[in-house]
Every structure is written in C-alpha cells, then in structure tokens.
C-alpha cells in the first residue's frame, strides 16, 4: 500500500516522512494529541490518536508510529489493533544484508548499514548513518541514535538507546532499558535500567 498515516509529527516524524518519500510512498495524514502549527509536509490532521476513528482509518491504510520516544512508541503500538498493518520504513540510501531479518514498524533511515544474520525487533529504530555489524540483536523498540556503530553480535536490551557517536564492542549484551550517552565507549556488559557515558565509561 502507497499511502501511510503516521502517529506523531514532530521532528522524528520528518525524518519518517522522507524515509517513507525515498520508497515511493506518500503520508497523507497523522494523528497526533494536537494539531501542529508547523506542517512542513501539509499533511492533513485526522484527530488525536486514541479516537475512535483511527481504528476505522487503520483498516485502508498502513501506518507508523514516527515517536522518537521508546517507552511511548511501544506504548501506542501496543494500543492499537491490525498489528499487520504497521509498515517499515527504510531508507533506498541504507545498505542491509539480504540475510537481516526486520520486525514490523522499523526505521532504517539514510546511510544505515546493517550488517549479516542481524536480528532487529518490532519497532526500533536506526537512525542516520548508524552501523549495525554481524549477527547482532536488535529487541523491540531500541534506537541507535546517528552514527552510532555496534560492532559484530552486539545484543541490545528492550526500549535501549544508544546515543549518537557511540560505539559498542563487538560481543558486548546492553540490558533492556538502558540509556548509553553521546560519544560512549562501551566495552563490557551493561545491565538492565543503567545510565552510562563517556570514555571511559562511567554508570550515573
């Protein structure tokens, strides 16, 4: 399906949009708690995104959850039903291996390079110019921020985020809610919920 609606619209949401441009597809409309004054793609505003008619919206066309926020992208999805219907958006600049398999609602955006038998979950997001390396795990509704790398068997938890610049040592496990700042040097297991930065890398 060529037309998708979007849930969002704020500056990850516009990065969707020109991810899903690349493809040949068109968002016609979002659905957001307010309508946004700043419409740079003049897309149609269809209501806040727990009315009742997104569900009847949902049954014709595709959609994507374009919230940059893991913990409310997976609380939305989680929300609505025609969970077939949650469309990948992926880059026509990204570079995947034919062997990576992909979960629905994902974000390759441009210049990503995912790398082969890399595993990535519902949801997730990788954002501009991250790398993805060898037999990595992506779980549901992580983001690695922009350029970004994990290098080979990377596992990273549910809802991480790995922050723009960083790198992760090949074989290293991030637990599931854990948050690694900009520029970060990870190169030993960090455990779930933890805040770590830096390098050297230090837990705050």
Not at 16 to 28: A, C, D, L, N, Q
Not at 93 to 120: C, F, H, P, W, Y
């Amino acid at each position: 399906m060529n037309n998708i609606i979007i849930i969002g619209y704020s500056g990850h949401a516009y990065v969707v949009v020109e991810t899903f441009e690349s493809m040949g597809k068109k968002v016609i409309g979002y659905f957001d708690t307010e309508e946004k004054l700043q419409n740079p793609y003049s897309l149609k505003y269809l209501g806040i995104e727990n009315q009742n008619n997104i569900e009847i919206l949902l049954k014709n066309y595709d959609y994507f959850i374009a919230i940059g926020d893991n913990y409310i992208r997976e609380k939305v999805y989680e929300k609505l039903s025609f969970k077939e219907k949650f469309a990948q958006a992926i880059h026509t600049k990204s570079i995947i291996s034919k062997t990576v398999q992909m979960g629905q609602g994902i974000l390759v955006a441009a210049n990503v390079t995912i790398n082969a038998q890399t595993r990535i979950g519902e949801g997730v997001i990788c954002n501009t110019n991250s790398v993805i390396e060898h037999e990595c795990i992506l779980k549901n509704f992580c983001h690695i921020a922009p350029s970004a790398t994990l290098c080979g068997n990377v596992e990273i938890g549910f809802r991480s985020f790995i922050g723009a610049n960083s790198v992760v040592k090949q074989g290293v496990k991030i637990g599931d809610d854990v948050i690694v700042g900009a520029g970060s040097v990870v190169l030993k297991d960090i455990p779930n919920h933890s805040k770590v930065v830096g390098n050297p890398l230090r837990f705050l």
